[in-house]
Nanobody
Framework: EVQLVESGGGLVQPGGSLRLSCEAS????????WSWYRQGPGKERELVAA????????VYADSVKDRFTISRDNPTNTGYLVMKSLKSEDTAVYYC????????????????WGQGTQVTVSS
């Protein structure tokens, strides 16, 4: 069973930066991709950023374009979300999502969610 350990949230002032991490272990998929979601107070969970499937493009929510960057470190099976120029409206619980697949069925993904990490942007 895939294990995800999410970290990096906290309290930051407006204009500040944070880096969220999500490390995966105990998996046997041939490939995987990372996505990040968030759920603000009284709001539904929304997509923030997602790595593409093969041949596609990275997707960012309009509200975070040019401020957030999704990346990964393959040797450590870790996904990252670097957040800059943070605003109060970025306050939310952030969740990583690991989508694994096998070479024989590349379009069939299994999603595993991280436990979530709180990001609070406030002065």
């Amino acid at each position: 069973e895939v294990q995800l350990v999410e970290s990096g949230g906290g309290l930051v002032q407006p204009g500040g930066s944070l880096r969220l991490s999500c490390e995966a272990s105990e998996f046997k998929f041939d490939s995987y991709r990372w996505s990040w979601y968030r759920q603000g107070p009284g709001k539904e969970r929304e997509l923030v950023a997602a790595e593409p499937k093969s041949g596609g493009h990275t997707v960012y929510a309009d509200s975070v374009k040019d401020r957030f960057t999704i990346s990964r470190d393959n040797p450590t099976n870790t996904g990252y979300l670097v957040m800059k120029s943070l605003k109060s409206e970025d306050t939310a619980v952030y969740y990583c999502k690991f989508s694994g697949s096998y070479s024989a069925l590349p379009d069939l993904e299994r999603d595993i969610w991280g436990q979530g990490t709180q990001v609070t942007v406030s002065s």
